[in-house]
T-cell receptor
């Protein structure tokens, strides 16, 4: 079963617009990561935010984390056609009081289409 | 630094056969995790190996197994293939800390007919 739920399931925008994707999860976490996947290929790591961080930036990406609401958002600013991909959030749990080595639990993903 | 490599990239097998997939992690990474991705179930964790030991296992039947070698390369094996095993199999490597970043390979696309 999936830990997280992402919304929207699909997002279609024009180049230059901003894209916001949301992710919710169910259990406590140590960190949350965002990944991008282009058409059934491998996942590309975008950004990791730790549970004690509220916001993180990387280039055109901005991630926020609200542990009280168990939610995160990924903002891509000034989107480009090359940003067209599926975006996944992943948590390092569920954390049941111990470690969960090597296990990421993924949401179902948001399919982003950026039209030139 | 070279990324994670997986071989083969594509594979077609018949029901009942077995298959072995290979993953070479990023140099210096000692942890390898395996995931199955299907349209219906999404990305699901199979297992994780660190220094040749399985440290974590997902909820998959015993037909799915893996191992890791002293050079950190890993293999996963699926025996008695079923149609439902058709999927993209992804491996990811990391340094091995419990909550570290994982870096994924391009995946092996397995089709079972």
């Amino acid at each position: 079963s999936q830990q997280g739920e992402e919304d929207p399931q699909a997002l279609s925008i024009q180049e230059g617009e901003n894209a916001t994707m949301n992710c919710s999860y169910k259990t406590s976490i140590n960190n949350l990561q965002w990944y991008r996947q282009n058409s059934g290929r491998g996942l590309v790591h975008l950004i990791l935010i730790r549970s004690n961080e509220r916001e993180k930036h990387s280039g055109r990406l901005r991630v926020t984390l609200d542990t009280s609401k168990k939610s995160s958002s990924l903002l891509i600013t000034a989107s480009r056609a090359a940003d067209t991909a599926s975006y996944f959030c992943a948590t390092d749990g569920p954390n049941a009081g111990g470690t969960s080595y090597g296990k990421l639990t993924f949401g179902q993903g948001t399919i982003l289409t950026v039209h030139p | 630094k070279a990324g994670v490599t997986q071989t083969p990239r594509y594979l077609i097998k018949t029901r009942g056969q077995q298959v072995t997939l290979s993953c070479s992690p990023i140099s210096g990474h000692r942890s390898v995790s395996w995931y199955q991705q299907t349209p219906g179930q999404g990305l699901q964790f199979l297992f994780e190996y660190f220094s040749e030991t399985q440290r974590n296992k997902g909820n998959f039947p015993g037909r799915f197994s893996g191992r890791q070698f002293s050079n950190s390369r890993s293999e996963m094996n699926v025996s008695t293939l079923e149609l439902g095993d058709s999927a993209l199999y992804l491996c990811a490597s990391s340094l091995g800390s419990p909550s570290g970043e994982q870096y994924f390979g391009p995946g092996t696309r397995l089709t079972v007919t």
